[in-house]
């Protein structure tokens, strides 16, 4: 028995898989170590002749059924989840690139993703970051030692959208592991198997788990890349099916030895929220179109960062790519409008970094989460230094409306 839609698939994937007890929701394992009667079992689990769990780092039964979920939403070969999205990344980095490789990335990307570029320059590993709304300029920044391209969907918070399909062609002439950060958009708005990623990095904690109540990051692989090339696969890891080398590497290198593993608990909230993400971003989607269509009609908003504005940059590839333009919003007022004192005014606005929860937040941007970056680094990825940034939620669009028209309407 199979499904076809999006929701129904997601509901319904666990209990097609086979259920403990009958039980409808996956149940929680909290058990650390797991034994067996048989010794020879238990030794057949260590050398891989069995399937089965030996220590909760590495896996639990709870962290099983999640990651099923997660490859069959990502349309992926295979899934393994972290404690964070956070460590999700990290744990790429550390565990297919060496000293002496290089790296090119979005110079739109994460702030934290960002911060950690500069601590792999200490181990060895270049990056170059580019404006990857061109593939031009990933190609032109190639060199004979570049192992990896790393992009986000839709970049926070300015909304950049880089040339996903160009990249990915690029990176199949060129053998390259195209690693996609598809926090912005998930698998809900967008598959980026389409566009040929070989690695897709989520982080849980925003619109997949969607209610701001656990954290979790994961990497699907979705089995288009040719590990067999790639030269920082170790020995130990080269046998059997190839498509599955580079998930086993960061798995066994990745969870065992700096062990950023999701707990069992967290992955049962990410696991009951994710059913209800569509009908949650659908809601999100359309409330920031609304608003940001609202918004950049006022006269006391100078710009608005929204991929669904017709006047957006890159709205005709977000049009071809996207099922929608996604929830976040950012703006700048017009000058004489101080941003602090406008967010203080809203009502159903909460001052909160994060994103994809069900309630609407907003900052300032370079004020706090890209205020370690520098004016420098925020000039270059596009952060004015005015910026509000919005995390649509699931709020009655007239109620959102009001509350940001009253606010504007009172600055
Ligand atoms: C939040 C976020 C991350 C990091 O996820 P955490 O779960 O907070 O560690 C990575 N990439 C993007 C695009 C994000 O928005």
Not at 333 to 347: M, Q, Y
Request: glycine letters at 10%; hydrophobic letters at 40%; charged letters at 15%.
């Amino acid at each position: 028995m199979s499904f076809k839609g999006f929701t129904t698939q997601l509901v319904h994937c666990d209990r097609l898989a086979g259920v403990e007890e009958g039980a409808v929701h996956a149940p929680i394992h909290n058990s650390v170590p797991y034994g067996y009667a048989a010794t020879q079992d238990l030794v057949d689990v260590f050398q891989g002749k069995q399937v089965g769990h030996a220590y909760a780092r590495q896996s639990t039964p709870t962290l099983d059924y999640l990651q099923r979920k997660i490859a069959m939403l990502d349309e992926s070969v295979a899934s393994l989840v972290f404690g964070t999205g956070m460590a999700a990344i990290g744990t790429v980095f550390l565990t297919l690139l060496k000293a002496g490789d290089h790296i090119v990335a979005s110079r739109f990307l994460f702030g934290n993703t960002s911060s950690i570029f500069g601590t792999l320059k200490g181990y060895g590993i270049e990056v170059t970051l580019v404006d990857a709304t061109s593939s031009d300029a990933v190609e032109q920044a190639c060199q004979a030692n570049t192992k990896m391209v790393f992009i986000e969907t839709i970049a926070n918070p300015a909304t950049q959208i880089v040339d996903l399909a160009g990249i990915g062609k690029l990176c199949e002439q060129r053998g390259l592991v195209y690693v996609v950060d598809n926090t912005l958009t998930s698998s809900y708005l967008f598959q980026p198997k389409s566009v040929g990623a070989s690695l897709i990095i989520t982080s849980l904690s925003k619109y997949v788990g969607g209610h701001g109540n656990a954290l979790g990051g994961s990497v699907s692989d979705t089995g288009l890349f040719n590990w067999s090339a790639y030269p920082n696969i170790f020995e130990g890891y080269r046998s059997g099916d190839p498509k599955m080398w580079g998930i086993n590497q960061i798995k066994k290198k990745g969870l065992r030895d700096f062990g950023g593993a999701l707990s069992s608990q967290a992955a049962h909230l990410l696991s009951v929220g994710a059913e209800t993400m569509a009908l949650r971003m659908e809601r999100q989607c359309a409330n920031a179109l609304a608003l940001a269509k609202m918004l950049d009609e006022h006269p006391k908003v100078a710009k608005v960062y929204y991929p669904g504005l017709a006047s957006h940059p890159q709205h005709q590839r977000a049009s071809d790519l996207f099922k929608h333009y996604g929830a976040l919003v950012s703006f700048d007022l017009v000058d004489g409008i101080n941003s602090t004192e406008f967010l203080d005014k809203t009502n159903i606005v909460i001052n909160a970094t994060h994103l994809g929860d069900n309630r609407t937040l907003a900052l300032p941007v370079a004020q706090t989460i890209y205020f370690e970056m520098g004016l420098e680094a925020r000039q270059a990825s596009g952060i004015s230094e005015t910026m509000i940034r919005c995390s649509i939620g699931i709020e009655d669009t007239e109620d959102l409306l009001n509350d940001f028209e009253q606010a504007l309407a009172s600055s």
